[in-house]
Nanobody, 123 residues
Framework: QVQLVESGGGLVQAGGSLRLSCAAS????????SGWFRQGPGKEREFVAA????????EYTDSVKGRFTISRDNAKNAVYLQMNSLKPEDTAVYYC????????????????WGQGTQVTVSS
């Protein structure tokens, strides 16, 4: 069992930055790939970024490449999402999730997920 708790969301102006954190419980965290998803108003949940178990492989959706960076610290049971150059279209609830592989996360098949943290970008 892995429990995930997101934090770091908030209100920011366009062009600003936020850093999301996801704290995981359970000793098995390092065995899972981790990722971030988001769901904007009236939209389906979409994949944002993923990172492999050891942190050497990352994957991003095209709309955030060059602006967002995913990282993890297995010693702290945590995964992060650094978001720069934020745009109003990045407004969404952001969720942390884990799965057996990055490909599973990209395919929106995850084993555990958190309750989400709201990110609002004003224009």
């Amino acid at each position: 069992q892995v429990q995930l708790v997101e934090s770091g969301g908030g209100l920011v102006q366009a062009g600003g930055s936020l850093r999301l954190s996801c704290a995981a419980s359970g000793r098995a965290f390092s065995l899972y790939a981790s990722g971030w998803f988001r769901q904007g108003p009236g939209k389906e949940r979409e994949f944002v970024a993923a990172i492999s178990q050891g942190g050497s492989i990352t994957e991003y959706t095209d709309s955030v490449k060059g602006r967002f960076t995913i990282s993890r610290d297995n010693a702290k049971n945590a995964v992060y999402l650094q978001m720069n150059s934020l745009k109003p279209e990045d407004t969404a609830v952001y969720y942390c999730a884990t799965a057996g592989s990055i490909s599973s996360l990209v395919g929106k098949r995850y084993d555990y997920w958190g309750q989400g943290t709201q990110v609002t970008v004003s224009s």
